[in-house]
């Protein structure tokens, strides 16, 4: 089996890991009415398990040792721009309907496409194909967020 | 209006992590990678979360505590981990729409399970979004 195919297998299974956090989420924040500190809890819960993964398998000790700084910043910067997203979306909820939050929010596939097609044009091709693949998931999701 | 605006900031917080975690994983496994964007993302919202939410610590319980556990677990060594992996195979413009599907299973998790009903929007949005996954993986080279 190729990478590819084992990416957009991976990708999906993302998708669905994602879905039933949501579900999850939805059933526990709705109890709990401080969404950022269990957002902290979580995310603690994370980085005790995949750094006892670490050290567990001995990999990800000695390859943090040969990191480059580079890809560090960009890891780095990239867990504070999920963290502005989520923090975002929280505010965008206390201010504003689901019906008008959840449509924008679910935008962000598109904006990954319209920044990769600034940023990464040596690695990664953006054709009509795709564009048009990310305008109909995003108008999905919009049609099923907003008959709820 | 502040409430559009927060919602384009998750929009775009969202949009471009899928583009530095890309550029971040070069020479690097996912994994690893995984647990440093963690480690980041912890910080800031730990920080938020103790000047916007401070009496939520107090009101935790044991089982809270143990949900949101369970919610991290799901999240972040499986969900951002298939994330990573996806996007260093695949590249994040052909990943995010798949992520996107979180939405649908979102749906059919909860119409399995829960109360929920299967509408006629909830089946034409679920066809576009196959769809539109349908045009990213079958591309032409």
Known sequence: ?148 | MLGVVAALCAALGWGASAILARLGLDGVSPALGTLISLVSSFAVTLVVALIVQPEGFAQLSVSTVLWFALIGLVNFPIGRQLNFQAIKRIGPARAAPLFGTSTLFAMLIAVLFTDEEVTVPLVAGSLMVVTGIILVVREQK
Not at chain 1, 11 to 16: E, Q, T
Not at chain 1, 29 to 45: D, E, N, R, T, Y
């Open chain 1, 1 to 148: 089996m190729n990478q590819r195919a084992i990416g957009y297998g991976l990708a999906l299974a993302a998708g669905m890991a994602y879905g039933l956090n949501a579900v999850l989420i939805r059933q526990t924040v709705s109890a709990f009415g401080a969404p950022l500190v269990g957002s902290s809890i979580a995310l603690a819960m994370g980085v005790v398990s995949l750094g006892l993964l670490a050290w567990i398998t001995r990999g990800g000790v000695s390859e943090g040792k040969r990191l480059p700084r580079r890809a560090i910043v960009f890891l780095l910067i990239s867990g504070l721009g999920s963290a502005i997203g989520v923090g975002s979306n929280f505010v965008a909820l206390s201010l504003a309907p689901v019906v008008v939050v959840s449509p924008i929010t679910a935008t962000n596939p598109l904006i990954t496409i319209l920044l990769s097609r600034l940023f990464l044009q040596r690695s990664e091709r953006v054709n009509l194909r795709v564009v048009l693949g990310g305008c109909l998931v995003v108008g999905g999701i919009g049609v099923i967020t907003l008959s709820r």
